[in-house]
């Protein structure tokens, strides 16, 4: 008899237990994700020149991850969300999902490269692939009402749409990178000239000069409340605050008036649309809960990328050029009246930012609420990336993962109820773009590995203790040989796991064996060195050829003097950036030299007004033209310091 009750259960129609029955204890779902927001870019991570009292009040109520990452740039951070899956596997490894779909059967690697680069390293894919169970499919096959709401970035074509990869609904529009305008009407210029290229997707026009940010808040609103009896997965990937940085003049105008104690962040432009940002996680946070589903919400407030300290570094001798008709006078034009040459962000006390592997370029703010699981006001150093939301998501829900897909992240569960830790044994990144590196973290350790050598960044390991170095200014890769050796078998394992495609050796790569160690610290770029008989002949094979090194460790005002000859001769011009500078100033910190045309040696000596102590060098040479002869390269300090090269050795 004992048998027989359950066997009796299997003969009740399904159809008397309907859909949203059997999901009516599961939890909803939000993703509240900002764009190009740094790990310093609010109150609860440590700000004090932004705003941002709704995500103060979430830190309260939520854990905060202090060791969250996510990849360098957006698109890779994106599928890797819904996907489960490292960027290594799932081939999305740049922002490239604005750009036409390359074919389906297309090698990931060019045909060819120019000469000069010794490797040819592999396209991103430029779509979020259609055979992945994604996150959203998963949820919407158990019942689940999914939304996706704002930035895509991972398919141009409609085939690679929203509602291709689990979505009922989305409101989105293409390309991605960024909106044409954060005013309505969106698929114009602010000037009036029509955008076609934007007059795809989902997104509708609002009334005139509605605001973006504003407009996916009160539909990601309709969304919820049109939902609100059943579970449901809102995806809110919001534009701001990426470029082209549309913003409330009313609320920029009072930044402006403002200043950093700290004296890093200064951007009234950014701090506008950071406000913007907090006010819609505060109207869609107050909605939840006067709807009474707070309590049975799992709501995730993340960012995609590090923050952006590179763009719209400029001053007025940049601009000249741009003219009232130039597409871009009249954002210039803004940027220059609120932000002068200020980047959006200052990420400090981490390193660089946007783009780029180091800390400020992947740190990112993560926090957690679910009310009556996660205990409120609660932090936590776990090591945790985009990989972890699908598998923490499906764990929170009750749902198995898909059959024959592989998923590298970890539920962070145990973390959030604070019954466990995470298993892993480290976490990878990536990142085989701008300057191409993949790096691991494990524990308080991350070790850097460069694919080649980079003027600005000439070591191929770098080791961090980032417990006691947050800034990565003491690579310690010389001297901890094996912990070193320790983590690169990690990277290699990782490569070797998840089929990363690694950068090939370039058949055509026509450089000599005269190569960065042969010239202690110096590195070709645009150009090639070639053996001569007491010199070392730099023959330019692309468009502004310089060398560039981080070997002179000298504080300036400093001496450059050049023996060097050239047939044609031209103008040539030294750039510097100093410690605790992250990128090259665009102004300021450049001095031109002229190199005179003959077949005699030239002595050439160049002052440069260099304030604090050198980070890296380049010399650029007019080497475009013709090939110019080195003897000697020496940089002097006022204090009888140098740091020279003698190439009188060099045999032919």
């Not at 779902?29 to 941002?52: A, H």
């Amino acid at each position: 008899m004992k048998y027989l009750l359950p066997f009796l259960a299997l003969l009740i129609p399904l159809t008397a237990i309907s859909a949203e029955e059997r999901v009516a204890s599961k939890p909803n779902i939000v993703l509240f994700l900002v764009d190009d927001m740094g790990w310093m870019d609010s109150t609860p991570y440590g700000s004090q020149y932004y705003e941002t009292p709704h995500m103060q009040g979430l830190a309260l109520q939520s854990m905060r991850f202090t060791d969250a990452y996510a990849l360098p740039l957006c698109s890779p951070t994106r599928a890797s969300i819904l996907s489960g899956q490292y960027s290594a596997r799932h081939g999305v490894t740049s922002a490239s999902g604005h750009q036409p779909a390359a074919p389906q059967n297309a090698s990931p690697y060019p045909e060819n490269a120019p000469a000069n680069r010794r490797l040819i390293y592999a396209n991103s894919q430029n779509y979020l692939d259609l055979d992945l169970p994604t996150l959203a499919e998963v949820l919407q096959q158990a019942g689940y009402r999914t939304g996706h709401f704002g930035k895509w970035h991972l398919g141009l074509s409609q085939e690679h749409w929203p509602d291709k990869h689990g979505f009922d609904i989305a409101f989105h529009a293409q390309p991605s990178p960024g909106p044409p305008s954060y005013f309505s009407p969106y698929g114009v210029h602010k000037d009036g000239r029509p955008s076609g290229r934007y007059h795809v997707g989902t997104i509708t026009d609002g009334p005139d000069g509605e605001y973006i940010t504003d407009r996916l808040t009160d539909e990601a609103i309709k969304f919820v409340e049109a939902n609100k009896d059943r579970p449901f997965f809102l995806n809110f990937w919001h534009y701001g605050v990426h470029g082209p940085w549309g913003h409330k003049e009313e609320y920029t105008a009072e930044f402006a008036k403002k200043t950093d104690p700290r004296g890093l962040q200064r951007n009234p432009i950014m701090a506008s649309m950071l406000k913007s940002v907090d006010e819609s996680l505060g109207r869609l946070i107050n909605r939840l809960d006067e709807l009474g589903l707070a309590d049975n919400t799992l709501f995730i407030f993340y960012s995609d990328n590090g923050g952006n300290v590179h763009s719209r570094a400029y001053d007025d001798s940049k601009i000249a050029n741009v003219k009232e008709g130039h597409p871009q006078f009249e954002a210039i034009q803004d940027w220059r009246k609120w932000a002068g040459g200020e980047p959006p962000t200052n990420n400090a006390p981490l390193r660089e930012g946007k783009g780029r592997i180091y800390e400020g370029g992947q740190r990112v703010p993560l926090m957690v609420r679910w009310p009556g699981r996660i205990k409120p006001g609660t932090t936590s150093d776990a090591i945790m990336g985009p990989i972890d939301l699908y598998p923490t998501i499906l764990d929170a829900v009750g749902l198995e993962k898909p059959q024959n897909h592989i998923i590298d992240g970890e539920s962070l569960l145990p973390v959030l109820k604070q019954t466990g830790n995470l298993k892993r044994e480290a976490y990878f990144t990536w990142f085989p773009h701008l300057v191409p590196a993949v790096s691991v973290r494990q524990g308080d350790y991350k070790l850097i590995r460069r694919f080649e050598s980079h003027p600005s960044y000439p070591d191929l390991h770098e080791l961090y203790n980032l417990r006691k170095d947050i800034g990565e200014t003491q690579n310690l890769a010389k001297q901890m040989p094996e912990k070193v050796k320790q983590l690169d078998s990690l990277i290699d394992q990782f490569v070797k796991e998840t089929g990363a495609r690694y950068p090939k050796p370039n058949p055509a790569y026509t450089a000599t064996t005269k190569t960065v160690d042969a010239t202690d610290g110096l590195v070709a770029r645009s150009c090639k060195l070639v053996k001569a008989g007491g010199a070392i002949q730099v023959v330019g094979d692309g468009r502004l050829p310089f060398l560039g090194t981080a070997r002179v460790k000298l504080s300036g005002p400093l001496k450059l003097t050049l023996i060097a000859r050239s047939e044609s001769g031209g103008k040539g011009r030294i750039d510097w950036k100093t410690n605790g500078q992250d990128d090259f100033p665009e102004t300021g910190q450049t001095t031109i030299y002229e190199l005179p045309a003959g077949e005699s040696w030239q002595e050439v000596t160049v002052d440069l007004p260099i304030t604090g102590q050198t980070q890296v060098l380049r010399l650029y040479l007019p080497a475009d033209k013709s090939p110019v002869q080195l003897r000697s390269i020496r940089f002097q300090d006022a204090q009888g310091g140098e740091k020279a090269w003698d190439f009188s050795e060099v045999s032919p």
